[in-house]
């Protein structure tokens, strides 16, 4: 319940902050903003708001330019705490969302981590410097082809981007340390459970739009999963192989 609370109190006020920053930035002349001001401000924000105690996330949160991953349309907004549209009806994920997950992943240096649902390549560039080797799969190809050349000439050597389903995740590279997934199935797909490693862990939203969906934290321990709810969450809906079986 007190998850439930505190994720109600941080929608309204996420809302009121959204609506506030968006007035503002439209008197801003975008060409002239000082976007590392506003990400500093707004990762400021993120460490009170949403108790971010990870000194490595928030490093990484400071250092990854936000308004490279999003359209120039709507880059004004890019460090306003909202999901915003980067086309093909897909999402990139609010800030404050990738850092809680990324913090719940518990990256280290060692870790190769699996991520399902590239989008623009946001995600995958917060986790390269904490860990030892990215791999991400979109099913979008038109998004993943964008996503491999944006994060190449960002100089992003450790993340290695494919088109595909991400259902059954990459097993040519598994097992896994951590596994993130950015979009949601309406049940945990096993082939991700396979592939991850023993004593790894697995952030995902599951469940329905419709009905709810709710971010997990599943951790491998002696071959078995321990689940823990962490809060209800909006993710796009897991697409590909996923859907089928939903629709079965």
């Known amino acids: ?26 008197e801003q002349n975008r060409e002239t903003m000082d976007w590392e001001t506003q990400r500093s401000a707004m990762v400021d924000m993120l460490t009170v708001q949403w108790e ?14 936000r308004h490279l991953f999003v359209p120039e349309s709507v880059r004004a907004y890019a460090y306003v705490d909202s999901p915003l549209p980067i086309g093909e009806d897909q999402t990139i994920s609010a800030p404050s969302i990738v850092a809680l997950m990324t913090q719940l992943l518990q990256p280290q240096p060692d870790h190769l ?6 989008g623009s390549g946001y995600q995958a560039a917060v986790l390269a410097p904490l860990v030892k080797h990215v791999y991400t799969i979109e099913i979008v190809e038109a998004l993943a082809h964008s996503a491999r050349h944006r994060l190449r000439d960002l100089g992003y050597q450790n993340v290695t981007v494919r088109a595909g389903d991400g259902y059954r995740g990459w097993p040519d590279h598994a097992p ?17 459970v396979e592939q991850l490693a023993e004593g790894g862990r697995m952030v995902i939203p599951v469940g329905e739009q419709q009905t709810g969906q709710e971010l997990y934290v599943l951790t491998k321990r002696d071959g078995k999963i321990v689940r ?21």
Not at 1 to 8: F, G, K, W
Not at 53 to 60: G, L, W
Not at 228 to 248: D, H
């Open 1 to 26: 319940m007190h998850c439930i609370r505190l994720y109600l109190v941080l929608v309204v006020g996420m809302i009121a902050l959204t609506l506030s920053a968006l007035s503002c930035a439209r």
């Open 52 to 65: 971010l105690r990870d000194k490595r996330v928030i490093q990484a949160m400071r250092d990854t330019q």
């Open 113 to 118: 981590v699996l991520e399902v649902g590239t």
């Open 176 to 192: 896994f340390d951590g596994i993130i997934v950015t979009c949601a199935p309406d049940r945990v797909p096993e082939p991700l």
């Open 228 to 248: 823990e709810m962490v809060l209800p969450v909006m993710f796009v809906p897991m697409t590909g192989e996923a859907q089928e079986k939903t629709a079965r």
